[in-house]
């Protein structure tokens, strides 16, 4: 797996990929990024997840859930719903996940139902989750020790600071870095917390078509997952192991993570 790099987080289901998804995963595939996460969102989007794994079976892999932006939309048929998508054989994990409040384009109650169903969709399937946190540590942190998460977790997107990253840390929780980290205003707080996360927990992640590393003049602005290594090398710069053992590691961990054989 050396030189190889796994995306955990692609939202190729995005309008701006509708007409040439299948060039975006070509060009990733080109640039060593040969493994890729799809996130679902909602039932639809999470159907369609899937299909498009089916074209690429092996390399990649989806998600299933409601985004807590579309918790409103979540009932008792969509529990159901979620937890027979889960089965289909390129479903890896249950998500996206979690509460966001910065936007609350759903209303919290309905954002802390959700997660907590999906919590227990991921107990009862034993499957890993793909959580999503923004502006809402605290709700957040209390809904997991509500329901306790039984199987693996991890913190997508992770923009905040040290005292957040030591309470995700001490749940055991995985952290997924994005091209936040790129960003030399917003990433401050995140290049101070990289370091302290421990190798066997760091997963990296575009979640294209959003975050765009800051340092790359693209027409459009439109993130792809073949844009991972830019990541990933600012990963390197900030950390004190090898390129090597961190692209190792870092593809290890998600194998292991969405229990995936090499
Ligand atoms: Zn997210």
């Known amino acids: 797996m050396q030189g190889r790099y796994f995306d955990i987080g692609v939202n190729l289901t995005h309008e701006s990929f509708e007409n040439d998804y299948k060039n975006v995963i070509k060009s990733a595939f080109e640039n ?125 997107c992770f923009t905040g600071d040290i005292s957040e990253l030591e309470e995700y840390l001490n749940m055991d929780l995985f952290i997924g870095v994005t091209g936040w980290l790129c960003d030399p205003v917003r990433g401050k707080d995140l290049e101070k917390a990289i370091v302290e996360i421990p190798l066997s927990k760091l997963m990296i992640e575009t979640d294209s078509p959003y975050l765009l590393p800051k340092n790359l003049k693209v027409k459009g602005r439109r993130n792809e997952p073949k844009f991972l290594p830019e990541i990933f090398n600012k990963v390197v710069s900030l950390r004190s192991e090898t390129s090597e053992e961190i692209q190792h590691q870092i593809y290890l961990n998600s194998l292991n993570f969405f229990n995936l054989n090499e």
């Not at 966001?100 to 959700?114: G, H, L, M, P, V």
């Open 32 to 156: 060593s990024v040969d493994r890729i996460c799809l996130t679902g969102t909602s039932i639809e989007d999470s159907k369609k997840c899937i299909e498009i794994t089916k074209k690429f079976h092996g390399n990649l892999i989806s998600t299933v859930g409601i985004h807590p932006h579309y918790a409103d939309n979540f009932d008792k048929s969509s529990r159901l719903m979620l937890k027979k998508l889960a089965l289909n054989e390129n479903v890896k994990a249950i998500g996206e996940t979690g509460l966001d409040f910065n936007r609350n384009f759903s209303s919290k109650e309905k954002q802390i139902e959700s997660f907590h169903a999906h919590i227990e969709i991921a107990n009862d399937l034993d499957m890993p989750m793909f959580l999503h946190q923004r502006d809402a540590h605290k709700v957040f942190i209390k809904c997991i020790n509500e329901i306790k998460i039984k199987p693996k977790a991890v913190v997508h």
